[in-house]
């Protein structure tokens, strides 16, 4: 009996079959963000002010032209027609710039505590170089140190001499 494969056996179950239709979803928020972003300015207010002024003018005035009498049924479906499409790419945008934050509140907080690992480690260094120079003799110190040596030496040396001269002479010792 020949072998079947995985299209063929009956056990196996067929594969989801795609339509061949892949959104990108970056490129559709991108768009909606776009969209959005458009939806909130002045300039998109004041062209629906005119169109619908232009619409409702053209409706009551102009008897010849009238396609969407008094109710404004017409009108009232393109406004249910746009708010059915603004309010998700609203929302979509909203999540989007939500998710930007979140992500932007990440690093804030990463480089918050770095910049604080950093500085606790710098005030640990500085805190380590206080203690070293603490402990490093100054200028002052040695010189002070040096003249007490040297008013030991004179004052020994004036010491030897009065010994000396009380003493008498010396016999010579051999030494130059």
Known sequence: MSELNG????????????????????A???????????????????????????????????VRL?????????????????????????????NRQENRDRVSLEEDRARAAQTKADTEFLAR??????????????RDYLRRELDDIRQLLVDR???EDEIDSAAGPRPPTGRK
């Open 157 to 159: 040396e004036h010491g």
């Open 28 to 62: 559709v928020g991108r768009v909606s963000e776009s969209i959005a972003r458009f939806l909130g300015t002045g300039r998109y207010l004041v062209m629906q002010t005119v169109v619908v002024v232009v619409w409702v003018s053209l409706n009551v005035f102009a």
């Open 125 to 138: 260094e500085l805190a380590a170089l206080r203690l070293a120079v603490g402990e490093v003799a100054t």
């Open 7 to 26: 299209r063929q056996r009956l056990e196996t179950p067929r594969g989801t079959r795609g339509l061949g239709f892949h959104i990108d979803v970056e």
């Open 66 to 94: 009238q396609w969407d009498p008094y109710p404004f049924i017409l009108l009232n479906l393109a406004f249910s027609t746009q708010a059915a499409y603004a309010a998700p790419l609203i929302l979509l945008a909203q």
